[in-house]
């Protein structure tokens, strides 16, 4: 991108957070990129587009892309999330990959909140938690932030003075991933504030852990993956007790897509904890049959192969 070419893509994004948003939504929205209004004072201009244009032109080109590609804006430049050398290894496979944006203060709530999610096949980041002593923990938070399926800002009070959570958030909304507001003593505030949360107050970590899945297994932006992350759950189960609490949720979901109800067909009888249990194969048949799928035999078992003959 030549000088010229950034310099117009940043006149035209600074117009549109002039249309979209306030002097403090503005510095909300960028400090997500790691942008901040530090050296500059608000007072000291009288339109938001000469005020956006200031803050945005010392950055480096693939955060404008981006900003440019989050605001819908159409140019012909292109960019790439980050690719690390070191993959993250603190989201569990097959979960649905959810990141907590919370302040120190709330970290033990966080942390017990990390735990009840798991049920639903959620694997949640909790910074400080889930990070090696040993490993740069801002690197390992951007892994992270930039490979997440959804944002959950934990809204306890002081929440919006924090430089780190903004731009957790920031980051959220320029990769337009959901974000999931819980109202912990404050309210979501600026540009973050057109998202939808609930009310976390006089609830239990239960209760709240349930809200967020319910609210993650109906957003068409999450529903897919969360979808696949239980029924991953399901077919992995442990034992009779985990399979039926794991079935529930499937059966919980509204429209089953049918290239999930042909995994379960394909899977389940590859799991006793499935195959010992005569009422879960005929809840499962239940959903099969609505897909006009074939049933499985109240009797099957997973076939056994004799592999000591087996070429390799």
Do not use: C
């Amino acid at each position: 991108m030549k000088q010229i070419e950034k310099f117009r893509l940043i006149d035209t994004i600074a117009r549109t957070l002039q249309s979209l948003m306030t002097y403090e939504d503005i510095d909300i929205y960028l400090s997500g990129f790691g942008i901040t209004s530090e050296n500059l004072t608000r007072t000291s201009f009288n339109s938001k587009w000469v005020y956006a244009k200031e803050l945005l032109k010392d950055t480096d080109i693939p955060t404008i892309i981006t900003i440019a590609n989050e605001l819908d804006i159409e140019h012909p430049f292109s960019v790439e999330l980050p690719v690390f050398q070191d993959p993250p290894n603190f989201w569990k496979r097959g979960h649905f990959k959810l990141f907590l944006s919370h302040l120190a203060t709330f970290k033990v709530q966080t942390s017990n909140l990390q735990k009840s999610l798991n049920k639903y096949g959620i694997s949640a980041f909790v910074a400080h938690e889930d990070i090696e002593p040993t490993k740069e923990w801002q690197q390992e938070i951007e892994k992270a932030l930039f490979t997440m399926d959804a944002l959950v800002a934990i809204l306890t009070p002081g929440f919006n003075e924090s430089k780190w959570t903004d731009q957790e958030i920031g980051i959220a909304v320029g990769r337009n991933v959901l974000v999931i507001p819980v109202r912990k003593g404050m309210d979501p505030y600026g540009f973050f504030g057109k998202y939808q949360g609930f009310q976390g107050e006089g609830k239990t970590i239960s209760e709240v852990a349930y809200a967020i899945y319910r609210i993650l297994i109906s957003n068409e932006k999450t529903r897919e993956k969360m979808i696949s992350a239980i029924v991953d759950l399901f077919l992995f189960s442990k034992n009779e007790t985990e399979a039926d609490k794991n079935l529930l949720l499937i059966e919980e979901v509204n429209e089953l897509p049918k290239r999930y109800a042909e995994q379960i067909f394909d899977n389940a009888l590859n799991n006793e904890s499935i195959t010992n249990s005569k009422s879960i194969k005929n809840r499962i048949n239940e959903i099969l049959s609505i897909h006009g799928l074939s049933l499985l035999n109240k009797e099957s078992k997973p076939i056994e192969i004799n592999d000591d003959d087996l070429p390799f």
